[in-house]
T-cell receptor, first 111, second 115 residues
Framework: KQEVTQIPAALSVPEGENLVLNCSFT??????LQWFRQDPGKGLTSLLL?????REQTSGRLNASLDKSSGRSTLYIAASQPGDSATYLC??????????FGKGTRLSVIA | DAGVIQSPRHEVTEMGQEVTLRCKPI?????LFWYRQTMMRGLELLIY????????DSGMPEDRFSAKMPNASFSTLKIQPSEPRDSAVYFC?????????????FGEGSRLTVL
């Protein structure tokens, strides 16, 4: 059974810092991995989708990498801004099961 | 496209009452998912449909929960009777499957409070 873990559970950084969020999964036979952002009281917004054949995806200040063999993904946020404050979740699609989610990392960027 | 649309956004009800949550997926998507989110357990998959057919309902907590998808543009999640422990945010999501490449899109959620 696929399990997804995100560390740390919470992170606070000063504005302008570059930061890395981590996601690990137990079954490396995945189809894709997706990073989401969730603002308080809101739904999940898809940030980046990495297919199993890809190593990374970039969108603006965000870069997500995937290492299937080690069961890890990272989300890199460059030059963080207060508007980046949110909970970031990763989710993995594998086998015949729908996305399995981690519990998220709650990010606070302090101005 | 308007995205995944859920209603109601908020519902407060008393224990024992019936609750019906509604979802309209993105037009053209053929898979629909119902998730429940709580602080303690995070996001849990309740049930998902593919081409309007329920594929896996093993996440549905009890017989009090039921879900239907009568057509490609509408789904309901019903709780009868509701209990305080059902209080959570319920999310609907949709995707276009095929080759397992589908990106999942979420609605804004329905926040349920059962008193």
């Amino acid at each position: 059974k696929q399990e997804v873990t995100q560390i740390p559970a919470a992170l606070s950084v000063p504005e302008g810092e570059n930061l890395v969020l981590n996601c690990s999964f137990t079954d490396s036979a995945i189809y894709n991995l997706q990073w989401f952002r969730q603002d308080p009281g809101k739904g999940l917004t898809s940030l980046l989708l990495i297919q199993s054949s890809q190593r990374e995806q970039t969108s603006g200040r965000l870069n997500a990498s995937l290492d299937k063999s080690s069961g890890r993904s990272t989300l890199y946020i460059a030059a963080s801004q207060p508007g980046d404050s949110a909970t970031y979740l990763c989710a993995v699609l594998s086998g015949n099961t729908p996305l399995v989610f981690g519990k998220g990392t709650r990010l606070s960027v302090i101005a | 496209d308007a995205g995944v649309i859920q209603s109601p956004r908020h519902e407060v009800t008393e224990m024992g009452q019936e609750v019906t949550l509604r979802c309209k997926p993105i037009s053209g998507h053929n898979s629909l998912f119902w998730y429940r989110q709580t602080m303690m357990r995070g996001l849990e998959l309740l049930i998902y449909f593919n081409n309007n057919v329920p594929i896996d309902d093993s996440g549905m907590p009890e017989d009090r929960f039921s879900a239907k998808m009568p057509n490609a543009s509408f789904s309901t999640l019903k709780i009868q009777p509701s209990e305080p422990r059902d209080s959570a945010v319920y999310f609907c999501a949709s995707t276009l499957t095929g080759g397992h490449t589908g990106e999942l899109f979420f609605g804004e959620g329905s926040r349920l409070t059962v008193l």
